[in-house]
Each structure stands twice: as C-alpha cells, then as structure tokens.
Nanobody, 131 residues
Framework: QVQLVESGGGLVQAGGSLRLSCAAS????????MGWFRQAPGKEREFVAA????????LYAVSVKGRFAISRDNAKNTMYLQMNSLKPEDTAVYYC????????????????????????WGQGTQVTVSS
C-alpha cells in the first residue's frame, strides 16, 4: 500500500517562508519521479514542481520559479518543497504525488506537469499566505 503524507503547511505572512515535506512508503521511492501540485478554492489542481527519481533534475511552474525549491532525500523516502517569498496567490492545498511510471523523467511540463502522470497522491496540506 503506497502512502504519501504531507506536512509543514500553515499560515504565514506575505514574504515569508514555509517548508513542506512529503513522506512516502509502500514503494521503492528512489525509482519514481515525484511532484508537487496545489489547488485553490474554486480552481483546478495546478502543477508546482517536479523532481526526477534520482533528484538531479527539477522542473517548476513559471509562477514559482526562483521562489520555490524542490528536493528529495531518497535515503529518508522524503521529498521537500522550500517556499520562499510567499505571496497571497500561493494560498492553496498542496499535494505531493508519485509518477505512475518507473524511472521516467521528461523535461517538459506537458508530461511531468499533468496530474494524470501521477498515480498516488497525499491528502494535502493547507498553505495560507496573508497579505
């Protein structure tokens, strides 16, 4: 049984920082790319960032590039999202997800940036940025 558990969300003022974690179990973590998505009320789930199975390649949405950093520790089966310079428009529920294909990496958001690329999802963690 694959499980993904996010943590680290909370309330922060604009300009502040948060670090999200995603703890994975039930799958050989190091064989799968991982991603972060977010969903604000009334909006569709949108891509935030993705990282290759080895951690050497990353991909970001334009809206977060330069402010967010995705990383992973395969020894700890954990992925992270460091979020800096947060804006009110970053307010959303943040989800982590694991790629459905083993050892896949594509440098385009048309592949790694779509929810259908991923098969297991966490329950989400709320991030609220106040102005």
């Amino acid at each position: 049984q694959v499980q993904l558990v996010e943590s680290g969300g909370g309330l922060v003022q604009a300009g502040g920082s948060l670090r999200l974690s995603c703890a994975a179990s039930g799958r050989t973590f190091s064989r799968y790319a991982m991603g972060w998505f977010r969903q604000a009320p009334g909006k569709e789930r949108e891509f935030v960032a993705a990282i290759s199975y080895g951690g050497g390649n990353t991909l970001y949405a334009v809206s977060v590039k330069g402010r967010f950093a995705i990383s992973r520790d395969n020894a700890k089966n954990t992925m992270y999202l460091q979020m800096n310079s947060l804006k009110p428009e970053d307010t959303a529920v943040y989800y982590c997800a694991t790629d459905r294909a083993i050892r896949r990496w594509d440098t385009t958001t048309s592949a790694m940036g779509v929810p259908s690329t991923y098969d297991y999802w966490g329950q989400g963690t709320q991030v609220t940025v106040s102005s």
